[in-house]
């Protein structure tokens, strides 16, 4: 019985397909023709980037650190809260990036300690149930039917403690990391109400819901409504893009999150050309939830 501790052994477990193969030469096709035309127009764009991860291990340390002292070059770092109100104020006046992680393992304890290197302060999303457990048995069903993962340890509610006192954000990913797509209504207000509870109780406030698995089939309108309802003010996906000016001041309901998924483990110059596409595509609609998903 042994936790997972670096991301090498996480491959080992789950190494890479051909089709990740072939992405992985592909993008770096493009970004060799990248670095030929170039991207900082894109990147110096005015918008705000969620960037989300879900680990630090030990072996990743070095290139977090490495990714966000790239980024501070050509960003400026926000809070969640922050990112959430200029969105909605339509004050977004240079490229801004806001850092989120989801699931709450232990290492985010080091994720936190490298952002405050950089002032740069990230909202973590965390399931209550597994908070503090540490039953090896239901930590590796947990992983294993939840997360598609090996078993990793989880943060206990003093180490949530720890990393609010360095001045991180603390919000909700449900009460057991569930799909919300396929649960009945009632079961999804009692699981919003009781982590909002929880969270609130545990943590002082509780602002932020971001729902598992984060593509727009994972999640529907009736989710929002209750989310929201619940006492949350925003609400995240874990669908790419970003966010830019809209034509209007927007209401709490009508703000819809993209963030974009960074493994550590990727190519630097990968991470910044999924941040220049972001930036590229961007648009007004991006801010909206989508409707009939």
Known sequence: MKYIETYKEVKIVKPDGIRNKLRKYALDSLCLLEKINGIQHELNRPRIQFLYIHHVFKDEEIAFDRLLKKLSLNHEFLSYSESVAKIQEGKIDKPYICISSDDGFKNNIKAAEILNDYNAKACFFINPFIVGNTSFHEIEKHCKNRLNFPPVEFMNWDDIEKIQKMGHEIGSHTMEHINVSITE???????????????????????????????????????????????????????????????????????YIRRDQIILDWNIDHIFHFLANSSKSANITNNLFKKNN
């Open 185 to 255: 209504k009632n079961i999804f207000i009692d699981d919003c109400n009781k982590t909002f509870e929880i969270l609130t109780k545990q943590c002082g406030e509780a602002k932020h819901f971001a729902f598992p698995y984060g593509r727009f089939f994972h999640f529907n309108e009736i989710g929002l409504e209750i989310v929201f309802k619940s006492g949350f003010i925003s609400c995240a996906t874990a669908e790419r893009g970003c966010h830019i000016n809209h034509d209007r001041l927007l209401q709490k309901e009508e703000l």
